[in-house]
């Protein structure tokens, strides 16, 4: 094998594969990526057996066809330092190493057959609908914050993603939720699609979040049994889903929250973060004491002292009610608009969220004791 790459095109694909592999795997193959030089192209491959990414550089100067795999943490640091858009030479050699050179640079890292990397063959060609990558990524971004980190509650570790229907039209719709705060948001599709409720896995979100980062286009998505596909322009993500229930997310959002609190949205977001600046844990609830056109905002921890801050604001009603500050960071980072607001019933009832100029997304978030 023997092959001539862009620096900048194979520190790009090398960097993806790093949110694949697992640090501390037990396999060596897996701290491996696989690579494969095919006339013109090369194929990079990474994997944890529950995720498999693909990603091709395309217009390569393949001299000799081949495929072997090697350390991946230690070729992207290499071709991290090398100077940015030099030509990078790689060589298998006789003893199965693989040199690299660019420029006054020479590597030799071992290799291992390319016959140990697990790859499975899957058909996925049944049904697959298309994305635009924009659209895919703004549903993925406003429900991601709200997945669980407890591990008990395997099916609540990801994002609940069917198909649903209003109104005679078609949505992709999404839910997360760790029991104490829920996004849903939901996309328009042109067309109904054949598609299977999944819970996909938070560590596939986030890697399809970088990819969709970067990418501008149609993704296809095509989902078989316990696994699901995402076909970018040069890359593939194949991931396994969760296999569990989804609890009934819609019974849980407030039907009689008829208390709104229309605040700036900008204004929110910087009180709520300054105020909580003295809860070293941000376990310290915000305390809301709201009256006609007036929030006070304030956080007391015994350790370190306490904050206050006043709003003016828009509300007809007296009440108090305490709130954690990440969870109102968190969703009111992902609003678009110039308000935020807040529809709530009574201090111990959870708050509705809304983002006036996004119809398509609500944030339910419980209130905090005491």
Do not use: W
């Amino acid at each position: 094998m023997k092959f001539n790459v862009n620096q900048q095109d194979f520190q790009q694909a090398l960097n993806y594969c790093q949110g694949v592999i697992e640090k501390r795997s037990t396999l060596p193959i897996l701290s491996n990526i696989l690579l494969n030089a095919q006339s013109s192209n090369l194929t990079v491959t990474a994997t944890d057996l529950d995720l498999i990414f693909i990603h091709q550089i395309k217009n390569v100067e393949v001299l000799e066809e081949g495929t072997t795999t090697t350390t991946s943490s230690t070729l992207y640091d290499i071709v991290r330092k090398l100077s940015s858009g030099k030509k990078i030479n790689l060589t298998l050699n006789e003893q199965s190493k693989l040199h690299l050179q660019s420029e006054k640079s020479n590597f030799n890292l071992n290799c291992m057959s390319a016959s140990e990397f697990p790859i499975t063959g899957e058909d996925f060609n049944q049904d697959v609908f298309v994305i635009k990558s924009k659209q895919l990524l703004k549903l993925l971004n406003k429900c991601k914050f709200s997945i669980s980190n407890d591990e008990t509650r395997h099916y609540l570790s990801g994002i609940y993603i069917h198909k649903t229907e209003f109104e005679d039209k078609n949505y992709l719709t999404a839910a997360a939720t760790d029991s104490h705060r829920m996004s849903i948001s939901k996309i328009r599709l042109d067309k109904d699609i054949v598609f299977e409720p999944i819970i996909l896995p938070k560590k596939t979100i986030f890697q399809l979040c970088s990819l969709l980062d970067n990418y501008d286009g149609d993704v296809k998505i095509s989902n078989v049994k316990s696994k699901i596909k995402f076909e970018l322009n040069n890359s593939v993500l194949i991931s396994k889903l969760i296999d569990g229930k989804f609890p009934n997310y819609i019974q849980v959002i407030p039907k009689n929250n008829q208390k709104k609190l229309e605040i700036d949205l900008k204004l929110f977001l910087n009180s709520v973060d300054r105020v909580a600046s003295v809860s070293l844990d941000k376990k310290d609830g915000v305390k809301f004491e709201i009256s006609k056109d007036n929030l006070d905002l304030s956080v007391n921890n015994t350790n370190s002292g306490d904050g206050k801050e006043n709003l003016k604001v828009k509300f007809e009603h007296e009440l108090d009610i305490s709130f954690n500050s990440r969870y109102l960071i968190d969703v009111a980072s992902q609003l678009e608009g110039d308000n935020i607001e807040l529809y709530l019933k009574d201090t111990g009832s959870p708050a509705l969220i809304k983002d006036p100029s996004d119809f398509d997304s609500i944030y339910v978030v419980m209130p905090m004791k005491g």
